[in-house]
C-alpha cells in the first residue's frame, strides 16, 4: 500500500488516470446490470440475456491479439480516448435503441473497445508511471476495477428504482466520456520497435515468437479463468439450495469475494523480477483451489464465507502478477499482443465454463460442482508448478520484433 501512496502523491498524471478509472469501474459495474436487465426486459427471453452477454465477449474471443495489437501500432492514449468514446456511444445507443440486432452490435462494439483499452493501458503504465512505480500502478489497476465492479450494482440499484435501466446504461455511457477527457491529458507513450506497423496484421505470427514462459502464465491464467467460471455458476445454487439461505446471502457472499479480489490485487504492489512473480502467481492458483475446495465442503454458511474470501483473495492474487510477469517476458513492442492474448484465452475458458457448469450443477448440484472446481484449479496449479522455473526473463527486444 505504501507504494501506491507514493505514487499517488507524487504523480498527478497518475492521479488524473486512476480518478477515470475508479468512475469509469464503477459505471462499468452499474452497466453490467443495466445490460442484463435491458435484454430481459425488453426481449422477454432468457436466450436474449446470453446473446448480449455473448457479444459482449466474443471480440476478445476472436480477436484477442488484433485489438491488442492496436496498442503496439498506435499511440497508447489515442486508443484509450478511442476505445472510450465507442464504449460510451455504445451504451448511450443501448439505452436508446429498442431493437435486439442494434443492442447486439453496440454491445459487441462495446466489447471489442474494451479488449482495445485493456492492452493499451496494461501496456502503457510503466510509460505512465516509470518503471519503478509499474507494479504498484498495475496493482491498483485491479483493485480499482474489482471494487467498481462491486459497487456498481448497488449504485445501480438506486438508479434502477429512480429512473428504469435505461438510465443506468445512460450513466454507464456518461462515465467512459469523463474518462475520455481526463485521459485526454495522460501519456501512456507509445510502442517502439520494427514490428510495430505490423502489429495488427501479423498478431498470430506475434503470438508464437512471444517468450516461451508466457505460455505458461497464459495456460495457467485460462485454466484458473475455466473453474472459476465454473463456481460463479454453482454459487448461487450452492448458497440457495445446498446450504438454504435467502438471496440477501448470495450478495453478501459476492461481495466478500469482491473485497478478496480486490485485497489480493493490491499485494502485487511490491513488484519484483519474474523470479519473485511467478511464485506469488502460483500462490493466487493454489488459494483459489483451497478457497473453493473449503466453500465447497462446509456445512454452514458462515464456514463457508471464510472460503469464499480465500478464492477472492487468490483471485486477485494470480491476476495481477500475471499482468506483472508479462512485461518481464516481451519486448515492449509486442506488450499489446501479449496481454490481448491473455485475453483471449482467459475469455474462451471463461465461456466455456459457463456451459460445462450449467450442465454440472443440473446434474450434480452446486455443491459438487463447487467442489469439482476447486479440484480443477488445485490441478492448473500442480500443471504450472511442476518443472517451472523462475527464468522467465525478458529476453532482448529485438528477439520479439515482427
Given at each position: 500500500?505504501?507504494?501506491?501512496?507514493?505514487?499517488?502523491?507524487?504523480?498527478?498524471?497518475?492521479?488524473?488516470?486512476?480518478?477515470?478509472?475508479?468512475?469509469?469501474?464503477?459505471?462499468?459495474?452499474?452497466?453490467?446490470?443495466a445490460?442484463?436487465?435491458?435484454?430481459?426486459?425488453r426481449?422477454?427471453?432468457?436466450?436474449?440475456?446470453?446473446?448480449?452477454?455473448?457479444?459482449?465477449?466474443?471480440?476478445?474471443?476472436?480477436?484477442?491479439?488484433?485489438?491488442?495489437?492496436?496498442?503496439?501500432?498506435?499511440?497508447?492514449r489515442?486508443?484509450?480516448?478511442?476505445?472510450?468514446?465507442?464504449?460510451?456511444?455504445?451504451?448511450?445507443?443501448?439505452?436508446?435503441?429498442?431493437?435486439?440486432?442494434?443492442?447486439?452490435?453496440l454491445?459487441?462494439?462495446?466489447?471489442?473497445?474494451?479488449?482495445?483499452?485493456?492492452?493499451?493501458?496494461?501496456?502503457?503504465?510503466?510509460?505512465?508511471?516509470?518503471?519503478?512505480?509499474?507494479?504498484?500502478?498495475?496493482?491498483?489497476?485491479?483493485?480499482?476495477?474489482?471494487?467498481?465492479?462491486?459497487?456498481?450494482?448497488?449504485?445501480?440499484?438506486?438508479?434502477?428504482?429512480?429512473?428504469?435501466?435505461?438510465?443506468?446504461?445512460?450513466?454507464?455511457?456518461?462515465?467512459?466520456?469523463?474518462?475520455?477527457?481526463?485521459?485526454?491529458?495522460?501519456?501512456?507513450?507509445?510502442?517502439?520497435?520494427?514490428?510495430?506497423?505490423?502489429?495488427?496484421?501479423?498478431?498470430?505470427?506475434?503470438?508464437?515468437?512471444?517468450?516461451?514462459?508466457?505460455?505458461?502464465?497464459?495456460?495457467?491464467?485460462?485454466?484458473?479463468a475455466?473453474?472459476?467460471?465454473?463456481?460463479?455458476?454453482?454459487?448461487?445454487?450452492?448458497?440457495?439450495?445446498?446450504?438454504?439461505?435467502?438471496?440477501?446471502?448470495?450478495?453478501?457472499?459476492?461481495?466478500?469475494?469482491g473485497?478478496?479480489v480486490?485485497?489480493?490485487?493490491?499485494?502485487?504492489?511490491?513488484?519484483?523480477?519474474?523470479?519473485?512473480?511467478?511464485?506469488?502467481?502460483?500462490?493466487?492458483v493454489?488459494?483459489?483451489?483451497v478457497?473453493?475446495?473449503?466453500?465447497?465442503?462446509?456445512?454452514?454458511?458462515?464456514?463457508?464465507?471464510?472460503?469464499?474470501?480465500?478464492?477472492?483473495?487468490?483471485?486477485?492474487?494470480?491476476?495481477?502478477?500475471?499482468?506483472?510477469?508479462?512485461?518481464?517476458?516481451?519486448?515492449?513492442?509486442?506488450?499489446?499482443?501479449?496481454?490481448?492474448?491473455?485475453?483471449?484465452?482467459?475469455?474462451?475458458?471463461?465461456?466455456?465454463a459457463?456451459?460445462?457448469?450449467?450442465?454440472?450443477?443440473?446434474?450434480?448440484?452446486?455443491?459438487a460442482?463447487?467442489?469439482?472446481?476447486?479440484?480443477?484449479?488445485?490441478?492448473?496449479?500442480?500443471?504450472?508448478?511442476?518443472?517451472?522455473?523462475?527464468?522467465?526473463?525478458?529476453?532482448?527486444?529485438a528477439?520479439?520484433?515482427?
Amino acid at each position: 500500500m505504501s507504494a501506491i501512496l507514493v505514487l499517488l502523491r507524487t504523480s498527478p498524471a497518475a492521479r488524473r488516470f486512476f480518478g477515470a478509472q475508479l468512475q469509469s469501474s464503477v459505471g462499468t459495474g452499474m452497466g453490467y446490470v443495466a445490460l442484463v436487465l435491458v435484454a430481459l426486459e425488453r426481449f422477454h427471453r432468457p436466450w436474449a440475456v446470453a446473446l448480449v452477454l455473448a457479444a459482449d465477449l466474443a471480440p476478445a474471443m476472436a480477436l484477442g491479439p488484433v485489438l491488442g495489437g492496436a496498442a503496439d501500432r498506435l499511440p497508447r492514449r489515442a486508443c484509450a480516448v478511442g476505445a472510450d468514446l465507442v464504449r460510451a456511444a455504445a451504451f448511450l445507443g443501448i439505452a436508446l435503441c429498442g431493437d435486439l440486432a442494434a443492442t447486439l452490435v453496440l454491445a459487441a462494439a462495446a466489447g471489442a473497445a474494451n479488449g482495445v483499452f485493456s492492452a493499451a493501458v496494461l501496456s502503457g503504465l510503466p510509460d505512465l508511471t516509470g518503471e519503478r512505480h509499474a507494479p504498484a500502478a498495475t496493482s491498483l489497476y485491479g483493485a480499482l476495477n474489482t471494487l467498481g465492479i462491486t459497487a456498481g450494482p448497488v449504485l445501480a440499484s438506486a438508479l434502477l428504482l429512480g429512473g428504469g435501466v435505461e438510465l443506468a446504461l445512460a450513466a454507464n455511457g456518461l462515465s467512459f466520456l469523463v474518462s475520455a477527457l481526463l485521459l485526454a491529458s495522460v501519456d501512456l507513450g507509445r510502442a517502439s520497435g520494427t514490428g510495430q506497423r505490423r502489429a495488427v496484421f501479423a498478431a498470430p505470427a506475434g503470438v508464437r515468437r512471444l517468450a516461451p514462459g508466457f505460455a505458461r502464465v497464459m495456460a495457467g491464467s485460462a485454466g484458473a479463468a475455466l473453474f472459476a467460471g465454473m463456481a460463479n455458476v454453482a454459487e448461487p445454487s450452492f448458497i440457495r439450495g445446498d446450504l438454504a439461505m435467502p438471496a440477501a446471502a448470495f450478495s453478501i457472499m459476492v461481495g466478500l469475494y469482491g473485497l478478496g479480489v480486490a485485497g489480493g490485487s493490491l499485494v502485487g504492489s511490491t513488484g519484483g523480477d519474474a523470479s519473485r512473480l511467478w511464485p506469488r502467481f502460483l500462490a493466487g492458483v493454489g488459494a483459489l483451489g483451497v478457497g473453493y475446495c473449503l466453500a465447497g465442503a462446509a456445512p454452514a454458511y458462515m464456514l463457508a464465507l471464510p472460503g469464499f474470501a480465500l478464492a477472492g483473495l487468490g483471485n486477485g492474487l494470480l491476476m495481477v502478477h500475471a499482468r506483472l510477469l508479462v512485461p518481464t517476458m516481451v519486448g515492449k513492442d509486442v506488450r499489446g499482443r501479449a496481454f490481448g492474448t491473455l485475453d483471449m484465452a482467459t475469455s474462451w475458458a471463461f465461456a466455456a465454463a459457463l456451459g460445462f457448469a450449467a450442465l454440472a450443477v443440473g446434474a450434480a448440484g452446486g455443491r459438487a460442482t463447487l467442489l469439482a472446481a476447486g479440484a480443477g484449479t488445485l490441478v492448473v496449479w500442480l500443471a504450472c508448478a511442476v518443472g517451472s522455473s523462475p527464468r522467465l526473463a525478458r529476453r532482448p527486444a529485438a528477439e520479439h520484433g515482427l
